[in-house]
């Protein structure tokens, strides 16, 4: 099954921009995933091809109009889960795009201007993402992020299956240091144990490293790992014990 994602956007020339490089760029030459970028101009009704009017109650910008968005929205193929890029969505999480990369693709929608009219959010059913706590000028980039995210895990788009398992966020840690050579570079080695062929104590470097590196850069990042690991509830077997 092909991941099918759909933009809708005002800039369908901006992609698929750097996911036409790369590995994102050889899955979608290879049809591992799929990619249509539709103007939402295309859905304007009037001459000028309007999509955007004043803010209702005033102030600065322009506003995305509904009618439009939506008219683009449901001339899509459905079935997707559908994403509208704005800052003031749930963050995007690791957890949130394998289950998009394991479904049937995405419908993603592109704010400008100020963004949307809210009533969208309530007439359609549409999942508001943020990919983190600043402003862009618009979602394109932010879709790209959310594409880049999922495609890369898609089946057969990695070199090494196992590459994806191990990464920052995937325990709710913080990836370990990676090193290479040259062994030594303007006085700095490559830490002893690296070198020491012993697995075991590799391994164990790396889970300290990844919970050390985690707990000093991102405490709320630590505090919910450890948090999760006293909460868990007992499992059957656990029970049984
Ligand atoms: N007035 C809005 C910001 C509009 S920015 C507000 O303050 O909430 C213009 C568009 O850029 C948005 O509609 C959205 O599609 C995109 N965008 C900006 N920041 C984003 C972020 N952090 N995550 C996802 N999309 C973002």
């Known amino acids: 099954m092909t991941f099918a994602a759909t933009i809708l956007t005002l800039y369908p020339e901006m992609f698929p921009g750097p996911l036409g490089h790369a590995i994102a760029g050889r899955a979608l030459a ?21 999509v ?9 910008g322009m506003v995305l109009r509904v009618d439009i968005l939506a008219a683009a929205l449901d001339a ?9 890029m704005t800052p003031r969505g749930k963050p995007l999480s690791q957890a949130r795009v394998r289950q998009l990369a394991a479904g049937p693709g995405a419908i993603i929608l592109c704010g400008r201007f100020e963004g949307f009219d809210e009533r969208l ?4 059913d549409i999942e508001e993402v ?17 594409l880049d995210a999922c495609v890369r895990l898609l089946p057969g788009v990695m070199g090494a299956a196992s590459s994806g398992v191990e990464e920052s966020h995937e325990s709710g840690l913080l990836e370990y240091p990676h090193y290479t050579r040259p062994q030594e570079w303007e006085g700095r080695t490559i830490p002893e144990v690296l070198r020491s062929g012993d697995h075991a104590k590799i391994a164990a470097w790396r889970q300290r490293r990844a ?5 000093l850069r991102r405490p709320d990042l630590w505090e919910r790992h450890n948090g999760a690991r006293v909460n868990r509830p007992l499992a059957r077997s656990d029970e049984q014990e």
């Not at 995933?33 to 001459?47: G, K, P, Y």
């Open 52 to 60: 955007d009017d004043t803010p209702a109650g005033g102030g600065a």
């Open 130 to 146: 943020s990919i983190g706590d600043y402003v862009l000028s618009g979602g394109e980039t932010a879709a790209l992020v959310v």
């Open 76 to 84: 899509q193929a459905q079935g997707r889960p559908v994403l509208a």
């Open 121 to 124: 959010f309530e007439g359609r």
């Open 211 to 215: 919970e050390e590196d985690t707990r």
């Open 30 to 50: 290879e049809g591992r995933w799929s990619l249509d970028a539709v103007n939402i101009r295309d859905f304007a009704t009037d001459r000028h091809r309007t």
